[in-house]
């Protein structure tokens, strides 16, 4: 049959029975919001390309996470900035590092109430600001993965509930795997940054982390823009090497990626908002040019329409006040 008989507007009529009819339904819990702790400072401090964003210090980071819980934002993904950086990136698993001192203490404060997600990386550690060990100009694949076993181990001890390695060295999840297992912390998953581009979106984040390479970029070890299949072949090894969940950063971009992940795979998939998707938005709100709330529920929903089951972003609170508002 077709029209006059079939009217695809009428359950568009109402909010009712838009609402009734809705496909794809996006809920506070399918959030996590990036945080950023800074060692050494005394009070939070703005991040100019990330409007509502900050550097925090270990106070502000567990107040923000006491407003996060509020509003039911079930967990956070840590990043951390060291007071001093070496070429060993060796304050990544020090146990009294900045972000061993976060989970610590946001664990004391929240007990089971919030998930704590790490982020598995060098670049915010690393003097030359790369996510692994460089050797004659390059980075070092595999010295780099015994860097990754003791972080790994070092960041399960202290509280860490899920290690998300970011680096996108090769072999890095059956590396992190091994030594957690060989370390008793079987129970710890991994969010395996498995599709992760190489892309001009991370500009706000290397702001943020304090993070840009000082030589080269990072092209030798994340993806070409134009690869499809190859994204297929990474997710596929990363769950051969025991990822538990795996992810496509950045998400906007990459929502046929997406889609094609979560049909393939059947695995638990994330997506990451990155910090240029936000700037993006914010600057335009900033001038008037979108309805930022609109804007936000809309990207938010495409990306879990695509296939996530997790959507790292930092409009996370906000979307959580708005969701909970239109319930």
């Known amino acids: 049959m077709s029209f006059p008989v079939v009217r695809m507007r009428r359950l568009r009529r109402n909010p009712l029975l838009r609402r009734m009819v809705q496909e794809t339904r996006l809920e506070v819990f399918d959030l996590v919001a990036p945080l950023f702790v800074k060692e050494g400072i005394a009070a939070p401090e703005p991040i100019a390309s990330m409007p509502g964003q900050y550097q925090h210090t270990l106070d502000s980071l567990v107040?923000?996470?006491?407003?996060?819980?509020?509003?039911?934002?079930?967990?956070?993904?840590?990043?951390?900035?060291?007071a001093r950086k070496d070429p060993e990136g060796s304050g990544a698993?020090?146990?009294?590092?900045?972000?061993?001192?976060?989970?610590?203490?946001?664990?004391?404060?929240?007990?089971?109430?919030?998930?704590?997600?790490?982020?598995?990386?060098?670049?915010?550690?690393?003097?030359?600001?790369?996510?692994?060990?460089?050797?004659?100009?390059?980075?070092?694949?595999?010295?780099?993965?015994?860097?990754?076993?003791?972080?790994?181990?070092?960041?399960?001890?202290?509280?860490?509930?899920?290690?998300?390695?970011?680096?996108?060295?090769?072999?890095?999840?059956?590396?992190?795997?091994?030594?957690?297992?060989?370390?008793?912390?079987?129970?710890?998953?991994?969010?395996?940054?498995?599709?992760?581009?190489?892309?001009?979106?991370?500009?706000?984040?290397?702001e943020a982390a304090e993070s840009a390479p000082?030589?080269?970029?990072?092209?030798?070890?994340?993806?070409?823009?134009?690869?499809?299949?190859?994204?297929?072949?990474?997710?596929?090894?990363d769950i051969e090497e025991g990822?538990?969940?795996?992810?496509?950063?950045?998400a906007l971009?990459?929502?046929?990626?997406?889609?094609?992940?979560?049909?393939?795979?059947?695995?638990?998939?994330?997506a990451y908002n990155v910090s240029g998707e936000y700037a993006m938005v914010k600057a335009a709100a900033q001038q008037g040019w979108l309805d930022e709330r609109a804007t936000v529920v809309e990207i938010l929903t495409a990306i879990k329409r695509a296939g996530a089951d997790v959507i790292l972003t930092y409009f996370a609170k906000d979307a959580a006040h708005w969701l909970r508002e239109r319930s």
């Open 243 to 250: 990822a538990d969940m795996v992810m496509v950063k950045p």
């Open 214 to 237: 000082k030589f080269g970029d990072r092209r030798s070890y994340q993806m070409d823009i134009a690869n499809r299949e190859e994204a297929i072949r990474e997710v596929s090894l």
């Open 63 to 82: 107040r923000e996470c006491e407003e996060l819980v509020e509003v039911g934002v079930p967990a956070v993904i840590l990043f951390g900035i060291p």
């Open 253 to 270: 971009p990459n929502l046929d990626i997406l889609a094609k992940i979560k049909e393939l795979f059947r695995m638990p998939t994330a």
């Open 93 to 206: 698993s020090d146990p009294n590092g900045i972000i061993q001192r976060a989970l610590r203490r946001i664990r004391e404060e929240f007990g089971e109430r919030l998930l704590l997600i790490t982020d598995l990386c060098m670049c915010e550690y690393t003097s030359h600001g790369h996510c692994g060990i460089v050797r004659n100009g390059t980075v070092d694949n595999d010295r780099t993965l015994d860097r990754y076993r003791e972080i790994a181990i070092s960041q399960a001890a202290a509280g860490a509930d899920i290690i998300a390695p970011s680096g996108m060295m090769d072999g890095q999840v059956q590396a992190i795997r091994e030594a957690l297992d060989g370390a008793g912390y079987q129970d710890i998953a991994i969010l395996a940054y498995a599709a992760k581009y190489a892309s001009s979106l991370y500009g706000p984040f290397r």
